[in-house]
């Protein structure tokens, strides 16, 4: 009997695939069954998992893209379209985040983190959206964060926290237009996790990241993978618009 949660037969794309939270969650789809195009910008990052990922036995796709630039948006389509014959499934996890209070955050900083957070998300989630309908379906898992629902301590991050709340609102407002041509929009919402963008071994931070969270510690980005390839499956068949939070329990309290 097949698992309602593999991937056989399918295809992924998954932005920012080449570290961090967009690795596990290629190497997870992978795991599924599904055949695999990650996209970043550092070429040899890219090279790098295609050869870490050739030592499991997966081929994973590499497209060189800066999802910032909207012509590389589309470009980047494009590839994975050729390359994997078909997108049924977009994972969008490229994003980043600013440390600074309010009061010293930048014009270009507010909009270097709302570009790629939300208006690369956005242009993505068209064109996959566009190919999907075409196709008669598939799902998009966007990366949203524990951080659109409530504000991080003791490091502010404005820019960010209102870039995921945009990007959970969004997942709700494309998975109820897309229902009926069966494309499913749905998010994991991450609570912190050790990767590049979260310093988590920093004892400045010990206080608020791991005392305060319930289970009293920090995720791996495989714990946030297996949700990741829930979502993308048929075994969240009637799942959509949901923001599925992943956290520790650090949201709860
Ligand atoms: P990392 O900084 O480790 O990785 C970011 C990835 O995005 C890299 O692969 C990077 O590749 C890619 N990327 C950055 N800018 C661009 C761009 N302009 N175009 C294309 N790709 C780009 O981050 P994480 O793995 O920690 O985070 C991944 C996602 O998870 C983000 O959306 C983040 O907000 C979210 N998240 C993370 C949490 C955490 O605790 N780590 C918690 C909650 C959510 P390259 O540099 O080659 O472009």
Sequence with gaps: MTSPFSLEGKT???????QGLGRAFA???AEAGARVAIAGRSEPRNAAIVAEARGAGYEFLAITADITDDEQVTEMMGSAID??????????????CIHKPSF?????????VWDLNVRALWKASIAAGTHMRELGGGSIVNIGSMSGLIVNRPQWQPAY?????????????????????NIRVNAVAPGYVKTE???VDQPEFTRYWIEDAPQQRFALPEEIAPSVVFLASGAS???TGSILVIDGGYTAV
Excluded: C, I
């Design 27 to 29: 190497f997870g789809l």
């Design 237 to 239: 068949s009637f799942v």
């Design 12 to 18: 992924a794309l998954v932005t920012g695939g080449n």
């Design 161 to 181: 926290n209102a870039s995921k709340a945009a990007v959970h609102h969004l997942t709700k407002s494309l998975a109820v237009e897309w229902a009926p041509y």
């Design 83 to 96: 390359g994997l014959g078909r997108v049924d499934v977009l994972v969008n996890n490229a994003g980043a």
């Design 104 to 112: 010293e955050v930048t014009d270009q900083e507010w909009d270097a």
């Design 197 to 199: 963008m979260t310093p």
